[in-house]
């Protein structure tokens, strides 16, 4: 299903407005980034949002903000794991992109290739590693290059590709310093592809693909929000038929995750023309380098519109029990 806009939203009927950003993942630069320009989107429409950094204002000043629903900015841990998700969820406040579950499930990148994996989709093999693994055995079954990550980290951070065996060690402790679950997975040599996601269930679409081209490809933190140096192609250049194939594919994973509102698969495409799902990131970035609004922007919508689509779908898992009342 390919992404159709949808007309003009009334600001009014978004209520007072929480744009949540910053947090306390490693994260936190990026998501000041993403957020400011989130708030300054929606108050150019005219919307009544507010800024709040859940790093320094506590969940009672959340509670008692009197926001109708949230804009989630927060990238990474605290924010896009399911902790937040599962708090807003408590006081009843609609917020955007993905629910409790969902959210949990794709920030674990082992739980999310295990889950691929059980419904046929791509994915690179991989391995989880602790300080006791054989590290010569993991690359005689996985091979080499390997790429090492923490499980539960983005933006690349504590990522190390592996050419040589004895880098295992090293690679292993840098993710360990930031996760105590480090996973190994087989590095996929071709084009780095990412594709953004809206809508939910049968409703699920997907935005034009955008292939990346970083410098000595190596599209790292620094390469993804600080230079100019890394090349953004959307339209990507690929055969009209392998980008469907290639947006069928982030439908189906995001479909199997039960994501919803909006978010990003990273996709590798093999020289052989073979997609390999990377991971799915359920809060994407929204910087002046970010993906998703120029994938946006070349469906024909704005930043703005984009962020006042993404807001006016706000919602919770479950809905409050009006009924409900303490004893």
């Known amino acids: 299903m390919s992404f159709v806009a949808h007309p ?5 009927s978004l209520g007072k407005v929480g744009v949540l950003f910053g947090g306390r993942s490693a994260e936190r630069e990026v998501s000041l980034m993403s957020g400011r320009g989130v708030l300054a989107a929606l108050q150019s429409r005219g919307v009544d949002a507010h800024a709040f950094d859940p790093a320094v204002q506590g969940v009672a000043e959340l509670a008692a903000a009197g926001f109708d629903r949230v804009f989630i ?22 917020y955007t992109g993905s629910g409790v579950l969902a959210s949990a499930l794709s920030m674990d990148k082992q739980a999310t290739k295990r889950l691929w994996m059980t419904h046929g989709l791509p994915t690179p093999r991989f391995a989880m590693l602790r300080a006791g693994s054989d590290f010569t055995a993991v690359v005689a079954e996985l091979g080499l290059p390997l790429i090492v990550k923490p ?10 590709k ?12 840098k993710a360990a310093a930031l996760d105590r679950d480090v996973i190994a ?9 990412t594709c953004p996601l809206v809508g939910e269930g049968d409703d699920a679409a997907a935005l034009p693909v955008i ?10 933190y620094q390469n993804k929000y600080f230079t100019d140096d890394t090349q953004y192609l959307c339209p990507s250049g690929l055969p009209e038929a392998l980008e469907r194939e290639v947006q069928d594919l982030a439908v189906n994973a995001y479909r199997v995750l039960g994501c919803r509102g909006w978010a990003r698969a990273d996709v590798m495409l093999r020289a052989d023309g073979k997609p390999f799902l990377l991971e799915m990131n359920t809060s994407p970035g929204m910087t002046g380098h970010s993906l998703v609004p120029m994938a946006a922007r070349a469906a024909g919508i704005s930043y703005e519109d984009f962020v006042m689509q993404v807001l006016a779908a706000a919602t919770l898992d479950l809905q409050p029990n009006e009924h409900w009342k303490p004893e």
């Open 151 to 160: 499980a539960r980290e983005g933006s690349s951070i504590g990522l190390t």
């Open 185 to 193: 997975e087989t590095f996929i040599d071709g084009a780095e592809l």
């Open 73 to 94: 900015a927060l990238h990474g841990r605290y924010g896009e794991d399911g902790t937040m998700q599962g708090l807003l969820e408590q006081l009843g406040i609609p």
């Open 8 to 12: 003009q939203i009334d600001p009014r």
């Open 211 to 220: 292939r990346i081209v970083a410098p000595g490809a190596n599209y790292d």
């Open 162 to 173: 592996v050419t040589d065996a004895a880098q295992m060690r090293e690679a292993y402790e």
